[in-house]
C-alpha cells in the first residue's frame, strides 16, 4: 500500500521559474503579500519568533488563516487559481478583488477600502519590510506586473515544497516552527529547534534578535531574489566553524550566504524532485545538529 505521503507527483507540479521572466510579477506579489501580511500582523496574538505573522499554504494560494478581530474572524486568501484576493469572514460577509496588473498603490487602497466596508477598521504600517529601496504601499506605483501564468507556477512550486516540509517536521519531536510563508523575505520556510537559548546576535534588529533568540536548524525556499534563480536552502543558527566543510547531498555550502543551497533546477530535473529535497533537508540537518552538539536521540521519534 502506498501512503499519501510517499507518492510521485508528475513533472508538471514542478514547473519551471525563470527569473527573467517573472522577476516583475514576482517585485509586486512581494509588495502584495506584505500589504496582506502586515493585516496579520495587526490582527493576530504575538507568537514567538514572528509566527504569527506568517501566510499559510491553502488550497488555491496563500491565506492568512483565521484572524480574530472584535468576536469575528477575518481570512485574506490570495486565489492563484481564479486570480482573486479573497476576504472572509465569520458573520458571512465576503469581498472578492481582481488579481491583475496594477500598481500597489492601488491594490492596497482596494484592499483597505473592502475591508472597511466590510466592517473592519485596521490600520497597518505602509513601509515594506527586509527589502532594498522600500516605497510606502500608498506612493507605490513601480512594481504593478502580474503574470497569472507565473503566480500559479509560483504556487504550485509552494505546495509541492510545503508537503516535503511537513514530512521533514513531523520525523522531529523537539520544538519546530510551522511550514509557513514569510512575506517579509518571501520564502517558504520549516525551523527546528534544539531547546537552548543562543548567544545575543551582535547589532541584532527586533526581528532578527526574536527569531533567533534560541538555537536552531532552518530550511526554506526562496523563489530567487538575490540568487538569480530559486533555489532551497539550509542554515544553523549559530553556525558551528565546521559546518561549511560538512558533507550533504544534494546541494552545496555557498560560503557568500553562509549556508546551504540546493538549486530549483536541479530538483526538478531530478528523477525523484521529492528523495532529493528530502535529502538535502535531512542531510544539512544532520551536518548542522552534529557539529551544533544538538541531542539528536532525545530529538528523534522514536522507531
Request: aromatic share 14%; glycine share 6%.
Amino acid at each position: 500500500m502506498t501512503s499519501a505521503t510517499s507518492y510521485e507527483v508528475s513533472p508538471e507540479h514542478w514547473p519551471t521559474l525563470p527569473l527573467n521572466e517573472w522577476k516583475d510579477t514576482y517585485d509586486t506579489l512581494h509588495m502584495w503579500t506584505q500589504v496582506v501580511g502586515k493585516i496579520r500582523l495587526a490582527l493576530a496574538p504575538p507568537v514567538n519568533h514572528w509566527w504569527h505573522t506568517t501566510l499559510y499554504i491553502s488550497a488555491r494560494g496563500l491565506t492568512t488563516s483565521a484572524m480574530p478581530y472584535r468576536g469575528r474572524i477575518l481570512e485574506i486568501e490570495f486565489d492563484f487559481l481564479d486570480h482573486k484576493l479573497h476576504l472572509r469572514t465569520s458573520n458571512k460577509v465576503t469581498r472578492s478583488l481582481e488579481l491583475t496588473a496594477q500598481p500597489v498603490a492601488d491594490f492596497y487602497r482596494e484592499v483597505m477600502a473592502a475591508l472597511q466596508s466590510a466592517g473592519f477598521e485596521i490600520s497597518i504600517f505602509t513601509k515594506p519590510q527586509e527589502v532594498a529601496n522600500p516605497i510606502p504601499f500608498e506612493e507605490d506605483r513601480e512594481h504593478a506586473s502580474y503574470d497569472p501564468e507565473y503566480a500559479n507556477r509560483f504556487w504550485r512550486i509552494l505546495v509541492q515544497t510545503a508537503a516535503v516540509f511537513e514530512e521533514f517536521r513531523g520525523r522531529f519531536i523537539g520544538k519546530s516552527s510551522p511550514v509557513h510563508f514569510f512575506w517579509g523575505s518571501f520564502d517558504l520556510a520549516v525551523t527546528r529547534f534544539s531547546g537552548k537559548p543562543a548567544p545575543a546576535r551582535p547589532g541584532a534588529d527586533l526581528i532578527t534578535r526574536e527569531a533567533y533568540s534560541h538555537e536552531c536548524i532552518s530550511a526554506g525556499f526562496w523563489p530567487g531574489a538575490g540568487l538569480g534563480a530559486p533555489a532551497f536552502y539550509s542554515y544553523t543558527a549559530p553556525a558551528p566553524p565546521e559546518l561549511a566543510s560538512a558533507t550533504i547531498q544534494p546541494g552545496f555550502y555557498s560560503k557568500d550566504l553562509s549556508e546551504f543551497l540546493l538549486m530549483y533546477d536541479d530538483v526538478r530535473s531530478a528523477a525523484s524532485p521529492r528523495d532529493a529535497l528530502a535529502s538535502f533537508l535531512q542531510t544539512t540537518y544532520d551536518a548542522g545538529a552534529r557539529l551544533g552538539g544538538w541531542d539528536q536521540n532525545l530529538l528523534a521519534p522514536a522507531q
